[in-house]
T-cell receptor, first 114, second 114 residues
Framework: DAGVTQSPTHLIKTRGQQVTLRCSPK?????VSWYQQALGQGPQFIFQ???????QRGNFPDRFSGHQFPNYSSELNVNALLLGDSALYLC?????????????FGPGTRLTVL | AQSVTQLDSHVSVSEGTPVLLRCNYS??????LFWYVQHPNKGLQLLLK??????LVKGINGFEAEFKKSETSFHLTKPSAHMSDAAEYFC????????????FGAGTRLAVHP
């Protein structure tokens, strides 16, 4: 049973460009959350998708947007990239949105903005 | 609002000696608390979780944590450190405001010396 997968593993972009990151949840999971982990810091919640809708959003600008597909996979899009967007982007999946539902994390996508 | 504070940014132990990673939480309600571990260039792995059942929670790889409401603490311990335990550890609280948004501490880097 595959766990959470993310692609690509690494990505290098320049300021002003746009990027799309992809996530496939663990089998049987219907909820996907995205987190940004800057170097030396703990992950910060970006947003969560359930039933193809953004259910909850953290303190991130509108440049960060997402999508969830009928098969529960998800994309994270970032427009007008800034140097400060350089980070590890983590996707997590769970089988619900309750506080006791364990979130399982993928290996992340390392984004470098030059 | 919920939050967690990890009291040590770095902890160094010798192989075979006990490990103690300290975490205090802030929550108006009975929280759901987690410890995750992150090995270099790897995703986050759940070590254990507390969800208001037993106050002493046993996790994987010999780790355990005790929920102490009077002290608002959720410290992670292991009787005997192994070289493979060297990693970054995150104390995490689930946001009771809705939908299982995870709030991470800043992390504690554990070094294990021979």
């Amino acid at each position: 049973d595959a766990g959470v997968t993310q692609s690509p593993t690494h990505l290098i972009k320049t300021r002003g460009q746009q990027v799309t990151l992809r996530c496939s949840p663990k089998s049987g999971h219907d909820t996907v959350s995205w987190y940004q982990q800057a170097l030396g810091q703990g992950p910060q919640f970006i947003f969560q998708y359930y039933e193809e809708e953004e259910r909850q959003r953290g303190n991130f600008p509108d440049r960060f947007s997402g999508h969830q597909f009928p098969n529960y996979s998800s994309e994270l899009n970032v427009n007008a990239l800034l140097l400060g967007d350089s980070a590890l982007y983590l996707c997590a999946s769970s089988s619900g949105t309750g506080v006791q539902d364990t979130q399982y994390f993928g290996p992340g996508t390392r984004l470098t903005v030059l | 609002a919920q939050s967690v504070t990890q009291l040590d940014s770095h902890v160094s132990v010798s192989e075979g000696t006990p490990v103690l990673l300290r975490c205090n939480y802030s929550s108006s309600y009975s929280p759901s608390l987690f410890w995750y571990v992150q090995h270099p260039n790897k995703g986050l792995q759940l070590l254990l979780k507390y969800t208001s059942a037993a106050t002493l929670v046993k996790g994987i790889n010999g780790f355990e944590a005790e929920f102490k409401k009077s002290e608002t603490s959720f410290h992670l311990t292991k009787p005997s450190a192994h070289m493979s335990d060297a990693a970054e550890y995150f104390c995490v609280v689930s946001d009771l405001g809705g939908y299982n948004k995870l709030i991470f501490g800043a992390g504690t880097r554990l070094a294990v010396h021979p």
